[in-house]
């Protein structure tokens, strides 16, 4: 099959070829040489790498033939259609071959397939997210999947007791147990793949999505553990040696975080003096994430908690280390990487599951593990949310614990691991593959095809059964928004004492230590955009007098401005102005016929219209899309509208205020880290606060020198000489994305209340 | 949290708060450590300028609003009894409270009536008791993004007014308010649930 499309590509081949020494020239004596040949077949040199390139060409040519159908691709996930097409591939290479080639080889999955996927997932985890659910996170990678081991194996062995496995699976407690511990893994791989096509909230996503990260150190221990135990011998098991289980659970947990840590900083490190040689920044942090999955790896610790640490820990003092370009470069290779390999491991899984000389069925087995894998993940997940909800600010409701049940999907490491498995030692080993094939196909297929709805359902039955008028939509609306702030100005999130250590101490030495001088100030662009914005805001504004002037019509310069296609004076006076005066404006007189389908279209409008609040943002680790998502730009947005009214607030109010002259001290860049306002005025006693609770950096810059020169055509600017100190907080997405959230301050806060009444300490 | 060790009897007029409020002990303890968290000078107080820093308010649609809302009356200073009754509207409602309340005593701030009022006082920014079609307009210009027109918010803005409005005036009153959201559970929407 393969040779068939050689011959289109023989051209190439020949040009190569026929450089070559002819070392295939049959040398014997007695055969005059068949003289210079014009065409030669090399097949052998070229053979493994081009059929790694081939493989990876045909599993992305599938993708594209799958998008093609819109329909399709709404109701299957990515990853069934993927594992069908390995099916059916792998079936024509039996039919062809005879024998079945290109299996899913642990040595290729767990050394380059996999360590792209975890990478990406590592470096795009939302860490104040993952950090704010670390705990439940936790809870459920080593709790859950420890019970979820213990209790299958446990239970299939019952099952083998009470005679419904075959007796010619001949395994013990130990072997069960074994395959418990790998069949209970949540796979990252597959979570991802199935959850990036249902939108649930964050929370939900980054617990699922955590557990599965995390629990690898788990399942490598249990692993390891249960693997020599049923070398030695049930017999030969001692006490020490459960001891010696349990503590190398947190030594290869802890060694992995740490593994990645150290080469998170080295990561850091190194990018802050590649100035002179941006372009190799990519490459950079490719390698040394990969070495830091090596080296974990080598040294029997958890490689993916490895990788997911370094990820983590890095992101920051990358991400303000390196250019732009090398930031979209970064973005976009890792995103391909994993997403090449993710096809890669669904198609292989599919083909893998044809080669029937390496399984054996027993249906006892097979059935028993599909019941107990689900029966044990909901009973496990019901409990362990119950003792969560104690201790947690935002309670897992109903769905949620539904979703995370359904939604522990095993993949392919899984089935690595199964492969793994020395026959000599695990006897059952054959049915042991096929039953893992078996719960891999079902929670991959049948799971990941009907999650989708069944979160729908719960939904739609949960909300209300009528529809709701255009004023529930709005107010429930406002109500989210204002929940949102309130939760906001209540520092909602917990651990906070703990991050604020975390990031005083972030601030003092590491991003000194790892963070380029000038990613101090804010990125130039960035700081321009918004420097111009509010400058060029507040002199249009004050040009035109603080009042609305020509009949064209006042727009600033930068605003998202509403098209309006009969845009009046009147319009603009109400938008700029905000007076409290009810005008009577001239209704635009709808017709009033079809009064419904009026209502549907103004719910569609409104719908579709409306800022979303906070918690329904789905989460935005997309594998495929890398667009800037909807939520950045309604950030964008309100943020400019909420930014554009403070400063006309403050224009205002500033008329009515007399300030004492007093000079702005010249602060740019020279120092590097201040927090806040408080810095310029009296010295308080209170340690920095970050009340964001973003990863912050806030760095105040005085702008006088250059607001006087602009604001030389201003009067109103020049009588009142005061600076306006912007205080910048750089997030590290705020970096990465182009954010920024800038407050105007007025310079001396206290002195107006001096100043209005009368003094006071 | 924990290694702060503060008293009660540092936070002023702990026992009135409290009683007027019904927070317990450690949520005034901890409101009061996020006040002087906000309060970054040390003033005692807080002014719109240090909710104003709060980075997530300002890609909030509404932010500026609610931290307007924490200023009643046109006030600059915002000093802890007022930064906690505002918030006191957020507390969860107890279900045994409703139960033995004595009617003769105000209603508690948590109470349904008293967080739909709150939002309310968002709308009516001229403070008349109504919501005239211009407020609702102003405020779904706050909450709408651009892609909508001009044209397309005031027709919203004529229809939810009229959907709401009962006595024919052009405007939505409390009651009316009340009225239309009467199926929504305020109480659940409208709650944080750490302030108990």
């Known amino acids: ?761 | 949290m924990g290694s702060r060790s503060s008293h009660a009897a540092r936070i002023p007029d702990v026992d009135s708060l409290r009683q007027e409020t019904g927070f317990s002990q450690a949520s005034l303890r901890r409101l009061y450590d996020r006040f002087n968290a906000l309060d970054r000078t040390g003033k005692g107080y807080l002014s719109r300028m240090d909710l104003q820093q709060i980075g997530a308010l300002a890609v909030n649609p509404l932010g500026d609003r609610i931290i307007d809302s924490f200023f009643p009356d046109g006030s600059l200073r915002l000093d802890f009894p007022g930064f906690v009754r505002v918030l006191a509207h957020f507390r969860p409602v107890d279900e045994e409270d409703d139960g033995n309340r004595d009617p003769k005593e105000p209603e508690p701030l948590n109470s349904r009536m008293n967080k739909l009022r709150f939002a309310f006082q968002l709308y009516d920014l001229d403070r008349d008791g109504k919501i005239s079609r211009h407020e609702m307009l102003q405020a779904l210009r706050l909450m709408v993004g651009v892609q909508v027109t001009e044209e397309q918010l005031e027709s919203i803005a004529d229809r939810t007014v009229q959907e709401a409005d009962e006595d024919g005036d052009g405007a939505v009153s409390f009651l009316e308010f009340a009225k239309s959201l009467e199926k929504m559970n305020i109480e659940q929407k409208m709650s944080i649930r750490i302030l108990k």
């Open chain 1, 1 to 761: 099959m393969l040779r068939a499309a050689l011959p289109l590509l023989g051209l190439p081949l020949a040009g190569a070829g026929a450089t070559e020494e002819p070392t295939q020239e049959p040398g014997s004596p007695g055969e005059p040489p068949p003289g210079l040949a014009l065409f030669r077949w090399q097949w052998h040199e070229v053979e493994a790498p081009y059929l790694v390139a081939l493989w990876i060409l045909v599993a992305s040519l599938a993708k594209i033939v799958f998008h093609l159908s819109r329909k399709v691709t709404s109701l299957v996930p990515e990853s069934c259609l993927l594992i069908l097409l390995g099916l059916a591939l792998g079936g024509i290479v039996l039919a062809v071959a005879k024998k079945a080639e290109y299996q899913l080889e642990p040595g290729t999955f767990f050394l380059f397939l996999l360590p792209p996927i975890v990478l990406d997932s590592g470096y795009f985890m939302p860490s104040r997210l993952f950090f704010d659910n670390l705990g439940a996170i936790l809870t459920y990678a080593v709790v859950g999947t420890l019970w979820n081991a213990f209790t299958t194996g446990a239970a299939l062995w019952g099952l083998q007791q009470a005679g419904l496995v075959a007796p010619r699976v001949q395994a013990g407690l130990l072997d069960f147990l074994l395959f418990g511990s790998l069949i209970s893994a949540v796979d990252p791989v597959a979570v991802l793949a199935v959850f990036e096509e249902v939108h649930v909230n964050e929370t939900l996503f980054i617990i699922v999505f955590g557990e599965s990260l995390l629990n690898d150190a788990v399942t490598v221990v249990l692993y390891k553990v249960c693997n020599s135990f049923v070398e030695m011998g049930s017999a030969n098991v001692r006490a020490t040696d459960y001891l010696k289980g349990v503590a190398s659970l947190f030594v290869v947990s802890l060694g992995g975080a740490a593994v990645g840590l150290v080469f998170a900083f080295l990561l850091a490190l190194t990018t802050r003096f590649t100035k002179r040689v941006r372009i190799i920044e990519p490459l950079l942090v490719f390698l040394l994430a990969y070495a830091a999955y090596l080296t974990a790896e080598m040294a029997s610790l958890s490689a993916i908690l490895a990788v997911t640490m370094c990820g983590l820990g890095c992101k920051k003092y990358v991400e303000a280390n390196i250019s732009h370009k090398s930031r979209t470069a970064v973005k976009y290779t890792m995103k391909t990487l994993a997403s090449c390999a993710e096809t890669v491991i669904f198609m292989l899984l599919g083909i893998s599951a044809v080669d029937s000389s390496k399984w054996a069925w027993d249906s006892g087995l097979v059935l028993g593990t599909l019941f107990f894998i689900l029966f044990f993940r909901a009973l496990g997940v019901v409990l362990q949310t119950w003792v969560l909800n104690q201790f947690r600010l935002v309670p897992l409701d109903k769905i949620d614990q539904v979703v995370m049940s359904y939604g522990g999907l095993r993949g392919a490491v899984a089935f690595a691991l199964v492969i793994l498995l020395d026959r000599t030692k695990v006897p059952a080993k054959d049915y042991f593959v096929a039953t893992t094939i078996v719960v891999v196909f079902f929670t991959v297929i049948v799971q990941g095809l009907t999650i989708k709805p069944l979160v729908k359902w719960l939904k739609v039955k949960r909300s209300e059964h009528h529809k709701p008028t255009l004023n529930q939509e709005l107010h429930e609306h406002t109500f989210d928004h204002i929940l949102a702030a309130v939760e906001d100005v209540v520092g909602h999130h917990g651990y906070h004492y703990w991050r604020d250590r975390w990031e005083q101490f972030d601030k003092k030495y590491l991003s000194q230590l790892l963070m380029r001088r000038s990613a101090y100030r804010i990125r130039d662009q960035i700081w321009d955009v918004y420097y111009r914005l509010n400058i060029r805001d507040a002199i249009s504004f004050v040009d035109q007098g603080g009042h609305v002037l020509s009949s064209t019509g006042l727009t600033l310069p930068s605003m998202p401005s509403r098209n309006s296609v009969a845009e009046t004076s009147v319009t603009n006076l109400l938008r700029e102005s905000g007076s409290g005066a009810c005008l009577d404006l001239q209704v635009i007189d709808t017709v009033r016929s079809g009064r419904d389908r009026e209502d549907a279209v103004m719910h569609h409008l409104l719908c579709g219209g409306l800022y979303k609040p906070r918690r329904r943002y789905k989460a935005s680790c997309s594998r495929h899309f890398i667009s800037e998502d909807a939520q950045e730009r309604q950030d964008k947005e309100v943020f400019q509208q909420n930014m554009k009214r403070r400063l006309e607030s403050f224009k205002s109010t500033k008329h009515n205020i007399c300030f004492t002259k007093s000079k702005p001290r010249p602060r740019k860049a020279s120092r590097k880290k201040k927090d806040g306002v408080a810095n310029t005025e009296a010295t308080n006693g209170k340690p920095p606060r970050d009340l964001g609770f973003h990863d912050t950096a806030a760095v105040i810059l005085t702008v006088e020198s250059e607001e006087e020169e602009d604001s030389d055509s201003s009067e109103t600017e020049k009588e009142d000489d005061e600076g306006i100190i912007f205080v910048a907080r750089a997030t590290s997405e705020v970096l990465q994305e182009g954010k920024v959230s800038v407050g105007c301050s007025n310079k001396n806060p206290d002195k107006d209340p001096h100043m209005k009444f009368g003094g006071e300490p």
